[in-house]
């Protein structure tokens, strides 16, 4: 889904660059009244399409978790970010949204969005580079305020 997404705006910023394009040749910057302001639009009209492009691009591209033994690194696009695996406290799977939770020892945490076949291989690397994570799974079945009476 997020894929298609990625791809329609990747298609807009293409025919958005076709249509500047087309309005720099056909309008004449040297008839326009105040041409500055005209070359000002063209130059911000090719910005955004351009910076558009690529950073649907590189988010289509370039988007991983990888865990390499002492740090986690996530990449979603051009913004990357590295984790030191000692300072994870805990992973929480849960069930209902289908998210991973990695809890870190500063009271912060990231989610962690991937295939549901890839969990149990993602938590299982992690918990090789640090046996002291606790993971947990939540569930509707082992959620303590469920009122399954009321």
């Known amino acids: 889904m997020i894929t298609a997404f990625i791809g329609i705006g990747i298609a807009l910023s293409v025919v958005a660059f076709g249509i500047d394009t087309y309005l720099v040749i056909t309008q004449s910057v040297a008839t326009a ?3 500055v302001i005209l070359i000002i639009q063209y130059s911000l009209m090719y910005l ?3 910076l558009l492009f690529v950073i649907l691009t590189s988010l289509l591209i370039s ?3 990888s865990i390499d033994g ?3 690194k ?3 696009g051009i913004i990357k970010s590295r984790y030191d695996i000692k300072k994870i406290e805990s992973v929480v799977l849960d069930r209902e949204t289908k998210k991973l939770s990695v809890h870190f020892d500063e009271n912060t945490f990231i989610v962690v ?4 076949e890839w969990y149990e291989e993602f938590i ?8 002291k994570i606790e993971y947990t799974i939540k ?3 082992n959620t303590p305020d469920d009122k399954k009476g009321v």
């Open 33 to 35: 009244e105040n041409p």
């Open 48 to 50: 955004v399409s351009v």
């Open 63 to 65: 988007s991983y978790y």
């Open 70 to 72: 002492k740090t986690f």
């Open 74 to 76: 996530t990449s979603f």
């Open 113 to 116: 969005v991937v295939k549901e």
């Open 124 to 131: 299982s690397e992690l918990l090789k580079a640090n046996d």
């Open 139 to 141: 569930s509707k079945e």
